[in-house]
């Protein structure tokens, strides 16, 4: 089975947070949202010790080192991705 791919977007209600997929019905893939609903606190877990990790390993102890485009992207995307998840977008 297949998650329904993004965007998905945490809206806060009066009764807390609900989660709208923009273009799809609610009830699309149930099974696989959630499981990946259920792995999101591991999967954000492993992404902030791999961006932290590569901090240290690659500009910390390379101080001056550019990132070549790509990477730099994808790094900043990842440090995005989490700070969206942490509500610290």
Known sequence: MKHTPGPWTAKETIGGFQIFHEALPVRVHQESNARLIAAAP????????????????????????????????????????????????
């Open 42 to 89: 591991d999967l954000l877990d492993a992404l902030q010790a791999m961006v932290s990790q590569f901090a240290e390993s690659y500009l910390i102890d390379n101080p001056g080192w550019k990132l070549p485009d790509d990477m730099n992207k994808t790094y900043n995307k990842a440090r995005a991705t989490i700070a969206k998840a942490i509500g610290d977008e």
